[in-house]
């Protein structure tokens, strides 16, 4: 059964990583998508180790289902290539920093005059306009500049380099893929296309939600360790006697009471919510002492008839196969070219009508002409 976006069609410019993660919702939700790549440009995650099969595991994941050309867009001849399809598709994604597509005469004016209904999307690190459009960055740049690292990890440490990057896809890809159906929505009730905007530190900027309500309508600064969510009370990880961590967010007092009583620490119960670092402060030592008195899977056991939003630090692999996420099939088998699968992640949106399909892993550079 094709997937709900089967009648959208995509050319896909972008490398690294939010603008294909994107495409490659797009693509799992059905979109046809086909990359236009130059043959002699260094796309990192072709390269990045590890590698299965011969290919990067990163591009094979970020790509997956996605057609490959391999195009020069410095010659006359690829252009005019580009413009010929862009006739017939709906959406064009591209990362390059503003200006670049222009000077190459395929652009957002130049294309829209072929195709008028087409949908453009420019995903940067600081948006088309602004002092800073012509900037480079990555991630940690882009989160350092929205605010968000200045109110994460340790007061002691500063802020952490994050093991995911939440600029480039919770900001770009995310709201990139947002953007896009948008206006596919717009274009079938109006007929017109239009240009999307992406920032990543404008998204990541957004992403800042209750501790950017409490800066800037409550004038309440934002520091790590400072508030409710971030390490200013229970509410955190701690270590157990094996040297793995316990998340515990018991925030709510039926949760608070049953933490508190797992524990052995009935009385401090009403501490949960209390405002006073004091409080705080006598609650965190002694969850910190119970927990370290057993194992990571003991805990498990204890907890796991408790509703009490108490869980274990899981590594990937272990995430992988736990039973909740391998009843969401958040792990899929994906086709390679040889006939074998690639272990991938799953698709996290589950449509009831027209599931999400992954057709095979990233193609190799031009393997589907022109």
């Not at 050319?11 to 994107?22: E, K, N, Q, V």
């Not at 490659?24 to 299965?52: F, N, Y």
């Not at 390490?231 to 039926?254: K, N």
């Not at 949760?255 to 508190?260: A, I, P, V």
């Amino acid at each position: 059964m094709p997937g709900p976006l089967a009648s959208l069609k995509v050319l896909d410019f972008s490398t690294l990583l939010p603008g294909p993660y994107a495409t490659m919702m797009l693509a799992d939700m059905g979109a046809d998508v086909l990359r236009i790549e130059a043959p002699g440009r260094l796309d990192l995650t072709r390269v990045m180790p590890p590698h299965d099969g011969g290919t990067s595991t990163a591009h094979a994941y970020l790509n997956r289902g996605k057609r490959s050309w391999g195009l020069d867009l410095k010659k006359p001849e690829s252009i005019e290539q580009v413009k010929a399809l862009v006739a017939e598709y709906d959406v064009v994604v591209e990362q390059f920093r503003p200006g670049v597509m222009d000077r190459l005469g395929i652009g957002y004016e130049a294309l829209r005059a072929i195709n008028p209904r087409l949908i453009y999307c420019a995903i940067t690190g600081y948006g088309q306009t602004g002092p800073y459009k012509d900037r480079a960055g990555h991630d940690i740049n882009y989160l350092s500049l929205a605010g968000v690292s200045s109110h994460c990890g340790r007061a002691a440490y500063g802020p952490p380099p994050l093991g995911i990057q939440v600029a480039d896809v919770a900001g770009g890809s995310h709201h990139a893929v947002m953007g896009i159906l948008a206006a596919v929505i717009h274009r079938q009730q109006t007929g017109q296309g239009q240009f999307v905007d992406i920032s990543m530190t404008d998204a990541a900027f957004a992403l800042n939600a209750m501790s950017g309500a409490a800066a800037l309508a409550g004038n309440q600064p934002q520091q790590p360790e400072g508030g409710m969510l971030n390490g200013g009370t229970f509410y955190d990880y701690y270590q157990t006697a094996d040297g793995r961590w316990l998340s515990i967010g018991s925030l709510e007092p039926q949760f608070m009471e049953r933490l508190c009583q797992t524990l052995g620490i009935t009385e401090l119960k009403s501490l949960g919510l209390s405002p006073k670092p004091e409080h705080q402060q006598q609650l965190r030592t002694a969850i910190k002492e119970a927990i370290l008195s057993k194992t990571l899977a003991e805990w498990q056991a204890v907890f796991a008839d408790q509703d009490a939003c108490v869980e274990p630090v899981l590594t990937i692999q272990e995430a992988a196969e736990h039973p909740q996420l391998t009843a969401r099939q958040m792990v899929i088998e994906v086709p390679r070219d040889d006939g074998t699968t690639q272990r991938q992640l799953g698709h996290p949106i589950k449509f009831s009508e027209t599931p999400c399909e992954s057709r095979y892993v990233g193609r190799t550079l031009g393997a589907d002409g022109p």
